[in-house]
């Protein structure tokens, strides 16, 4: 069982268009659908859960859309953190504040604030997140506390970033059928198995997912390294030939 999923919820508007529905309403649906992620993974022993709700890239969509999804994600923020804090879950932010409108910005404080200590399983919101700019802060970062270049190791590098309260993730998660990364989490997801699907991200539900982390219990992780068990017949099959005369 992974210890950490990442999520890159794609297809809201997508979604929304297929009931015609407005697109706003897709991103609506979406953000009810992280509870309901959140309530299948946590009692499977799922201690991180990372959603990719809003990238630095985003901004760059319809102004009216961008205000949408601002509205929704305070609203939401707002009105689900109370249940979220009842169910033991920790909310944190992952990414930056300084373009968040007050109205976000308060509300996803005042529930870092009152989840701080819980201990269930972790809820990362990447709002204004994008793994380059997460990369060029931390450099600023250890510049700015005058890090000694020679001491600059991986270990060190990661409690610069936005995730150093987490492991990296297990298994990355794209519904909507792109198959790409979308400058997520790009110095975390190194070794990470990665899971594309078609489902809109408003259509995962159980099921799947709980299928999802089955063919992750079933892939077998090297990290570069070969393991004892490996075979690879093409080797053996050269070792074992007889030459011909």
Not at 20 to 29: D, F, K, Q, S, T
Not at 36 to 44: C, F, M
Not at 184 to 200: G, K, N, R, V
Request: net charge negative; charged share 25%; with cysteine.
């Amino acid at each position: 069982m992974p210890i950490h999923v990442a999520f890159i919820m794609d297809g809201n508007g997508r979604w929304a268009q297929k009931q015609n529905l407005p697109r706003i309403a897709g991103h609506e649906v979406g953000v009810q659908r992280i509870q309901g992620i959140l309530e299948t993974l946590a009692p499977l022993g799922v201690k991180f859960v990372t959603v990719y709700a809003f990238s630095t890239e985003n901004w760059a969509r319809p102004q009216d859309e961008v205000d949408g999804i601002m509205d929704v994600f305070s609203e939401a923020v707002a009105s689900h953190t109370e249940d979220l804090h009842r169910e033991n879950v920790r909310i944190v932010h992952v990414g930056r504040t300084e373009n968040l409108g007050t109205e976000l910005k308060n509300a996803v404080a005042d529930a870092e604030r009152l989840t701080a200590n819980n201990t269930r399983i972790t809820l990362n919101i990447a709002f204004d997140y994008g793994g380059r700019a997460e990369i060029l802060e931390a450099v600023r970062r250890i510049i700015k506390d005058g890090i000694n270049p020679d001491t600059i190791d991986e270990e060190l590098f990661s409690r610069y970033l936005f995730t150093a309260h987490c492991p990296n993730p297990d298994l990355i998660i794209r519904t909507g059928g792109e198959q790409r990364i979308s400058n997520f989490l790009l110095w975390q997801s190194a070794y990470s198995e990665m899971h594309y699907t078609s489902t809109l991200w408003p259509d995962l539900d159980a099921a799947e997912l709980v299928q999802l982390l089955e063919d992750f219990g079933s892939r077998r992780r090297r990290y570069g390294a070969l393991n004892a068990e490996d075979q690879f017949p093409e080797d053996e099959a050269s070792e074992t030939q007889t030459p011909q005369e």
